[in-house]
């Protein structure tokens, strides 16, 4: 089994920033993908960043030049440095990892728990 365990999220004011982190551990052999998703109350959750094994990455329209994701593979760890926040960024946000099994070599993929995210003066 594989834990995800995400920290970071919190009230901050309009403009203001914050960074989230996902860490995995457990039976892991390697991390394909690493990404960040939200659902914010009343809507579906949404893609907010991904990142490859290989660094590339892809972002939701409505975060482009104001989020960044990385990632730490020593640490099997994802960061995603939101800055410029605005109240529409309000939601739970998700981390989601693509793993693959030491005992078959499958990918699997794994949420965290969420982090609440709130965007308010």
């Known amino acids: 089994q594989v834990q995800l365990v995400e920290s970071g999220g919190g009230l901050v004011q309009p403009g203001g920033s914050l960074r989230l982190s996902c860490t995995a551990s457990g039976s892991i052999f390697s991390i394909n993908a690493m990404g960040w998703y939200r659902q914010a109350p009343g809507k579906q959750r949404e893609m907010v960043a991904v990142?490859?094994?290989?660094?590339?990455?892809n972002y939701a329209d409505s975060v482009k030049g104001r989020f960044t994701i990385s990632r730490d593979n020593a640490k099997n760890t994802v960061y995603l440095q939101m800055n410029s926040l605005k109240p529409e960024d309000t939601a739970d946000y998700y981390c989601?990892?693509?793993?693959?099994?030491?005992?078959?070599?499958?990918?699997?993929?794994?949420w965290g728990q969420g982090t609440q995210v709130t965007v308010s003066s």
């Open positions: 990142i490859t094994s290989g660094g590339s990455t």
């Open positions: 989601n990892v693509i793993v693959l099994s030491p005992r078959n070599f499958q990918p699997y993929p794994y």
